[in-house]
């Protein structure tokens, strides 16, 4: 099984902030991977879809990079609407899995 | 637009089995490359994919960890998905999701809290 390792797994910024998360895979799976964005009591909601393609409806001030084994979510400005918990997943092959999540909160 | 509307909670003994529906609307339920997984969530906790079934053919695919104790089905007749989890412990407490795959999980369900307890 390919496992995603996050980090940090908690991360406190300010409001207008550019952060950082960084998902890394066990073995290569191309750009099979996405990130959810979920919020306490919600679904998990899609931002990114094959590495750095952005979900309709998603702001902007998400972007995805990376290849292979290693990934990044990256948000510039944080809005206070932005702190969450994220995660990343892979879809290169059964079965699919989650990394541990990244709570961002705020400082 | 999509929804996935997922059955109400429930509440089971240890021992008994469950089953949590995923109904779906706005797009073809069995149309080519529209998978439906499921994952779980225990409290506190991360996502767990449990599993994926091809709502066009029926086939399906299970983590290892739940094979043996879980079923995925379909009714293509009403759009409708079904996770069902047998022999249920006290760590099978958690909110079951359903999404639909295209690239990603592109839409989910409500959640279903399945409490296990004596």
């Known amino acids: 099984d390919i496992q995603m390792t996050q980090s940090p797994s908690s991360l406190s910024a300010s409001v207008g902030d550019r952060v950082s998360i960084t998902c890394r895979a066990s073995q290569s799976i191309g750009t099979w991977l996405a990130w959810y964005q979920q919020k306490p009591g919600k679904a998990p909601n899609l931002l990114i879809y094959t590495a750095s393609n952005l979900e309709s409806g998603v702001s902007s001030r998400f972007s995805g990079s990376g290849f292979g084994t290693e990934f990044t979510l990256t948000i510039s400005s944080l809005q206070p609407d932005d702190f969450a918990t994220y995660y990343c997943?892979?879809?290169?092959?059964?079965?699919?899995?989650f990394g541990q999540g990244t709570k961002l909160e705020i400082k | 637009q999509v929804q996935l509307v997922q059955s109400g909670a429930e509440v089971k003994q240890p021992g008994a089995s469950v089953r949590v529906s995923c109904k779906a609307s706005g797009y073809t339920f069995s149309a080519y490359n529209r998978h439906i997984h499921w994952v779980r969530q225990a409290p506190g906790q991360g996502l767990e994919w449990m599993g994926w079934?091809?709502?066009?053919?029926?086939?399906?695919k299970y983590a290892q960890k739940f094979q043996g104790r879980v079923t995925m089905t379909r009714d293509t007749s009403i759009s409708t998905a079904y996770m069902d989890l047998s022999r249920l412990i006290s760590d099978d407490t958690a909110i079951y999701y359903c999404a639909r795959e295209v690239s990603g999980f592109d839409s989910w369900g409500q959640g279903t809290l399945v409490t296990v307890s004596s």
């Open positions: 997943q892979h879809y290169n092959s059964f079965p699919y899995t």
């Open positions: 079934i091809n709502p066009n053919t029926g086939g399906t």
